[in-house]
């Protein structure tokens, strides 16, 4: 079985910072991206930001400049770290991550369950 597990969210205040972790367990013989995804009700979920095994990133254009992924391969884990917050940054955040399990035939997408994230006053 393959467990991702976040961590980080909760209420903060306009301009603020919180940063997310999301570590990744169980049968796991390799990671490619892992990724932050956000989502509120009523709307599809999105593409916050992604890191690639290498290093690479990509950011959806709200965020850049702003907030921040890195990642530690050792640990099978991903951060984010969210600066300068704004209200409508407010929704579930969740971590996934495309994997290739221990014995498995394919890449595979898995996902956290979820941390809420809220920007308020």
């Known amino acids: 079985q393959v467990q991702l597990v976040e961590s980080g969210g909760g209420l903060v205040q306009p301009g603020g910072s919180l940063r997310l972790s999301c570590a990744a367990s169980?049968?796991?013989?390799?990671?490619?991206?892992m990724g932050w995804y956000r989502q509120v009700p009523g709307k599809q979920r999105e593409l916050v930001a992604r890191?690639?095994?290498?290093?690479?990133?990509n950011y959806a254009d709200s965020v850049k400049g702003r907030f921040t992924i890195s990642r530690d391969n050792a640990k099978n884990t991903v951060y984010l770290q969210m600066n300068s917050l704004k209200p409508e940054d407010t929704a579930v955040y969740y971590c996934?991550?495309?994997?290739?399990?221990?014995?498995?035939?394919?890449?595979?997408?898995?996902w956290g369950q979820g941390t809420q994230v809220t920007v308020s006053s």
């Open positions: 890191i690639s095994s290498g290093g690479s990133t």
């Open positions: 169980g049968s796991i013989f390799s990671i490619n991206y």
């Open positions: 996934g991550a495309d994997l290739w399990r221990t014995y498995g035939s394919s890449w595979s997408d898995y």
